[in-house]
């Protein structure tokens, strides 16, 4: 298939502006651009068909099964693209005085309380754009609050091996090292392990809870009180949320901060990699130093108060993804009380009733119920039979079925992880089920078979060492 | 599973040739680069460098992962190869020719086994 | 209740039994039993769609949309061709994930591969990441780009946006690298100051085109003082502008960021935005976030795929340079789709328009005593004097459905774009004249 870049044909334009109703100006030509503006030229039905094609050419929730885990890909409601569509959502600047913008502001403010409910947080900042930037805000809260406390000892960060890479990550962009501890065979914390780590040094640890395996991590309170007792502070990775929202408040199990995947857990689309938002809730005792303008409501309206020294600044430009969090409000209000907790009781079971059946031929690194993911692992399968959970993920391809995540977490080998959301319907996880175990089969008959996989999809394999050795990241014109 | 018999190798699987009294020149051994895979980018130090024993000097990268490769012995860099940062296939192709860094005043020299004793430790790792 | 479940109750009971359970509580009995919520939470009770629409149209209501806006100062309003909103409401585009299966996903890598394309081209560039969250973390992460063993502040224009400028001090404090302010000068960045504050320590320098008060900087003067010194050069640029601007590739800065609502994005209260970057040769490998290459299949097929993924988190884990996971993909294709449409002479008259009008506004303002408060070239932004107190002067424009300049400390910012008439600045004029009665 051709790129625009190609497609494009001299002289070919669309007319979008009217003339100039004013005198053209042009300004001296030191300030101006001397390089020819290469960009394609096109009719709108160039266009149109270009990205038509491009759209069979991609795999959304709308086109079949999505169990990645870890990912949350539940069905992204349209009444939500409805309400974001709002021409007074859409229209609005952001810097308009603050009475104009009642609306905005209010939900922003709604969003804040009712997400302050379901995490049993005291208050929350819609501003970072997404999980990684969610993180990193809070961590940034914990440098704060230790610098508040003129501690200049908290340097380190506790970090579970069995944890997202934009954990560590996240925790040296904040200015502190990591200290790796090994999770036990079940993929949860050892408690004697993080005794030892902790000390005088630990600023904080971070926790997903349930775990990367989908397990709910039991030990919980005492884990987080073995970290305040030594004086540091605990985050909680709101990406395994939902397994328990609604039902387990991360407020109640210890959790000093949390980061929200509102593209995850809330339902707003994943957009083909974003736009997210990574909604950040924390207690009061770190409210003061979170990113500025938090939004307060007064007898007089809703208002932007930008009245906090200690705040830690900004993380972005203007109020984050607005957009994003009125698509997740949205979604709260539909579901409300009672569909939230009902959510999540669906999704745990959807995951274990998909993980009884897929337990026939795979094995499944999880013993007993899971939470709303869980962790197959192909290492037997690729020693003896030199098939891996690569071969299992594209040969999933040929059958419109998104494969599960893969390679992760990192503590199981030949990892496959598994989420298929509340929103699948049983047949759709019997459907699913009869085809993993097919693919199974038909690759411990014939393993030569299965590396030639995907086979019906617009490219085979592409060359990755290629791709990485001479990269090749524009078209040349 | 290729070993040079003039060479000496470490745990980490890296090769050292001794140059002269105090400078060595290391690489990656044939078993690491097969573990490895295809490497696609090498990141070196630079000359005038220090580097310690056991510890990490450089990194490989293959498509999905990467990997530290650790100094067999603490000195001060004396060459880097450049050609690695175009062609780290080459570390694939042809790893005892391609050598990574040159150590000089070298101290902490970690204990080095022979051919024999590398070709028994690969196979106990396998 | 909004529903979204598939299974009905008795399929559920059907599938515990199948499982072994005989109750939905059965699936947290791994969880302490005294942190399950006894009573239920404290928000309200779901909703049907259609009273959803109808609360969530009520709150849209509560903003004021003004029909005509003066106002820029970090977020336009442009026209958006239709068709761009077409493409990009797209039911795939809209729910696929981040494109890990290149497979399956050609389709959102090519879209990111022509982005990155149209951003080298935009910005004059060698290769562009396929977007980070927005302009002013754009900007943060290549002040971290530039820091070496040797070299870790980051020198800021105090003419930047002050959005940016916080967002730069946040990363920079999380980091423990300084960062200064190079200070303004007749609204635009001190180039002698600059100088004089360029050290050994400097590892780079952030300068915006056009400044915040939409004048035009020397940036290839700026450019040579900070290479002579040894750091390297941010340029924050206005990507609508670069239609027509000297681009950051002529004037060799090192790195190339920028907000790119202004290319179809909605003002949306402020996001979602596009954070662009685009750097030159040796720097490439210092790109945050991901990047798509182009690469064949074992049939020889041209395929798109994320490439240089050991840079990032999900490998490098504490050794990565930056935590960011995903980009804003959705955004990204908004403005490879408006560039599409607009062409390169849409472009260029888009920006060309917005320059013009906002110069007849300007002129139009010197003419009732509104003047300039700096001197030199502008693009399409410029900061007056106000003959009244801001504040009255805005409330009697609200009232006539203009959203005005934006008030500073010491005058106003006016923003005129393609899609302000003639007749709305004229219309302008007048009302401004009628507050001084």
Known sequence: ?477 | ?126 | MGNYLSSTAKQRQGMLSEIGLTSMDELYAGAPAHLLIKDSLELPDGKPEMAVREEMQKRADMNKIFPVIFRGAGAYRHYIPAIVDTVVSKETFLTSYTPYQAEIAQGILQSIFEYQTMICELTGMDVSNASVYDGATAAAEAAAMCRDRKRGKTLVSAAAHPDVIETIRTYCWAMDCEMELVPVKNGKTDLFALNEMLDDKTAGVYLAQPNYFGLIEDAKKAGEIIHQKGAKFIMGVNPLAMAVLKTPGECRADIAVGEGQPLGMHLGFGGPYLGFMATVGDMTRKLPGRIVGETKDAAGNRAYVLTLQAREQHIRREKASSNICSNQALCAMTAAVYMAVMGPEGMQEAAGQSMSKAHYLAARLTEIGYTRIHEGEFFHEFVTSSRVPAGRLMKHLEMNGILGGLPLEDGILWCATEMNRKEDIDRLIELIREVEI
Not at chain 1, 217 to 241: C, P, R, S
Not at chain 1, 360 to 373: A, F, K
Not at chain 1, 447 to 461: D, F, L, N, Q, S
């Open chain 2, 1 to 126: 599973m290729n070993i040079l018999r003039n060479l000496r190798y470490t745990k980490s699987h890296e090769w050292v040739e001794i140059l002269e009294d105090s400078k060595i020149r290391t690489g990656l051994t044939d078993f690491a680069q097969h573990a490895l895979g295809s490497l696609v980018f090498v990141n070196l130090p630079e000359e005038g460098d220090e580097v310690t024993a056991g510890e990490s000097y450089a990194d490989v990268e293959s498509v999905k992962a990467v990997s530290d490769v650790n100094a067999p012995a603490s000195g001060v860099v004396s060459a880097v190869n450049e050609e690695l940062l175009d062609a780290p296939e080459k570390l694939n192709e042809d790893p005892y020719g391609s050598w990574m860094i040159e150590i000089s005043e070298v101290s902490d020299l970690e204990e080095l086994m022979d051919a024999d004793e590398y070709e028994a430790f690969c196979r106990e790792e396998e």
């Open chain 1, 1 to 477: 298939m051709q790129l625009l870049f190609e497609k494009s044909v001299k002289g070919r334009k669309s007319s979008i502006l009217p003339p100039c109703d004013v005198e053209q100006v042009t300004l001296p030509g030191s300030c101006l651009r001397e390089q020819e503006l290469r960009l394609p030229e096109l009719s709108e039905n160039d266009v149109s068909r270009h990205y038509s094609a491009l759209e069979r050419r991609t795999h959304g929730v709308n086109n079949g099964f999505y169990p990645l885990g870890s990912c949350t890909m539940k069905y992204n409601p349209r009444i939500n693209e409805a309400a974001a569509s709002m021409p007074g959502y859409t229209e609005i600047h952001p810097l308009q005085p603050e009475h104009t913008v009642q609306g905005c502001l209010e939900v922003l403010y709604l969003a804040e309380k009712y997400l302050g409910e379901i995490t049993g947080m005291d208050a929350m900042t819609f501003q970072p754009a997404a999980g990684a930037h969610g993180e990193l805000t809070c961590i940034m809260l914990f440098k704060r609050y230790h610098e508040a406390r003129g501690d200049q000892n908290r340097t380190k960060i506790i970090v579970p091996d069995s944890a997202h890479g934009t954990n560590p990550a996240t925790a040296v962009m904040a200015g502190f090292k990591v200290v790796n501890i090994t999770s036990g065979a079940d993929g949860c914390l050892d408690l004697d392990k993080l005794r030892a780590a902790v000390g005088e040094d630990t600023a904080g640890l971070m926790l997903t809870n349930p775990n990367t395996l989908g397990i709910f991590e039991k030990d919980i309170l005492e884990i987080t009180k073995i970290v305040h007792d030594a004086g540091g502070l605990v985050f909680y990775d709101g990406a395994n949320l939902n397994a328990i929202m609604g039902v387990i408040r991360p407020g109640d199990m210890g959790f000093d901060c949390v980061h929200l995947n509102l593209h995850k857990t809330f339902s707003t689309p994943h957009g083909g990699g974003g736009p997210g938002s990574g909604a950040v809730g924390c207690k009061s005792f770190l409210a003061p130093y979170l990113p500025k303008p938090q939004i307060v409501k007064t007898a007089e309206g809703y208002i932007e108060n930008y009245n906090y020294p200690e705040s830690i600044g900004k993380v972005k430009a203007f109020n984050g993804n607005f957009l994003v969090t009125l698509k997740a409000l949205t979604y709260i209000v539909s579901l409300g009380r009672k569909g939230i907790p009902a959510s999540a009781a669906n999704a745990v079971l959807n995951a274990n009733y998909l993980m009884k059946r897929l337990s026939s031929c795979y094995q499944v690194v999880n013993t007993g119920i899971c939470m709303h993911e869980f962790v197959l692992t192909m290492e037997q399968e690729a020693k003896e039979k030199h098939v891996t959970a690569n071969d299992i993920a594209k040969a999933l391809l040929d059958n419109n079925i998104h494969p599960p995540t893969v390679y992760f977490p990192l503590i199981v080998p030949e990892a496959l992880m598994v989420e298929p959301t509340e929103t699948e319907s049983k047949e759709t996880l019997d459907e699913a089920a009869d085809v993993f175990i097919s693919i199974y089969n038909q690759a411990m008959e014939n393993p030569e078979g299965i590396h030639k996989k995907p086979e019906k999809t617009a490219v085979g394999r592409p060359d990755e060492v290629a791709a990485a050795r001479n990269p090749v990241l524009r078209y040349q014109i």
